[in-house]
């Protein structure tokens, strides 16, 4: 569910990987400003990166939208360095595409981006109650939920289209790659999960095993769909999915799809050519950031 491309590197490795890839970002006076937040939700530190446009040093009052981006399982918060995401943020702003604005990228581990079942990795606490209060005080952030985006890919697109869609009020805009969609559990989840099945295995520490349906259920983005449509038809979305997708997650958009039909709520769904990796996410991911600058612009 994440891509074997970002496997997470050693301590070491990654920060020599980051340095190499920052270089460019200090000439034009970007810059990654990595850390990690002592949780006292997840009793932990966290480690995160805000990648800071050219323009954030310079300007000491000048506010900026922000996008939360959540990585897909195996990565961290260096990923989108590391996978060549940035590169395409800054192709993007020197052909005009999009504007400046702070990728905030919290290492979510293996989580879900959700309180896990037995309640001992209360992940989705600490990002809404902790992290995102934490990073808007101690960032430029310009208030308003029309500038308040979250992306993500694989785990990571399941984790933001969570978000968004159980707290409307929270994110004006959403987008999401590749999401881990699943309208119902796989069964080996629910009778208990076996050797030789990974999507089970993967879940289980996460959703329970056997896994406890109402805590799906109380996840599950189509039931988040339903609760809040209300709220949701003032939301700006956007979702795509690879047709040959490793996992059979281009069901789960397709249903996703079918259902913010359903309840009327306005968003933009593609199906693309092509499979579950890092290929696909550089392929597409130019269409979400000019997604989220044209939200974040007309809230100016």
């Known amino acids: 569910m994440g891509h074997p491309l970002l496997r997470r590197c050693g301590a070491l490795t990654a920060a020599i990987l980051l340095a190499a890839l920052a270089a460019p970002l200090l000439r034009a006076q970007d810059r990654a400003d990595c850390n990690a937040y002592s949780s006292k939700i997840l009793r932990r530190g966290v480690r995160y990166c805000v990648y800071l446009p050219a323009s954030y040093a310079a300007s000491k009052t000048e506010r900026y939208p922000v996008l939360y981006l959540l990585h897909g399982l195996g990565g961290n918060e260096q990923e989108i360095a590391l996978s060549g995401e940035w590169s395409q943020v800054r192709d993007l702003r020197q052909a005009g595409k999009i504007g400046e604005f702070l990728i905030v990228a919290p290492d979510g581990g293996r989580s879900f981006y959700i309180n896990s079942e037995d309640g001992r990795r209360p992940y989705s606490d ?33 984790g933001a289209l969570r978000f968004a869609f159980a707290d409307p009020e929270q994110f004006g805009s959403v987008s999401a790659h590749s999401a881990a969609l699943m309208k119902d559990p796989p069964q080996a989840l629910t009778d208990g999960a076996g050797v030789g099945n990974p999507a089970a295995q993967l879940l289980q520490n996460v959703f329970g095993n056997p896994i406890d349906r109402p805590f799906w259920s109380r996840n599950s983005v189509f039931v988040l769909a339903r609760a809040n449509a209300n709220l949701l038809r003032k939301s700006k979305i956007y979702f795509d999915c690879g047709t040959e997708d490793n996992y059979g997650f281009d069901r789960g958009a397709a249903d996703l799809h079918q259902e913010l039909d359903a309840l009327k709520i306005v968003h933009e769904f593609h199906l693309f050519p092509g499979g579950h990796n890092l290929d696909y996410l550089l392929a597409h991911a130019d269409a979400s950031l000019e997604f989220h600058w044209r939200v974040f612009s007309s809230a100016r």
């Open 126 to 158: 600490f990002f809404l109650r902790e992290f995102v209060p934490f990073i808007e005080r101690t960032y430029r952030i310009r208030a308003g939920r029309a500038s308040r985006g979250i992306t993500g890919f694989s785990m990571g697109a399941y």
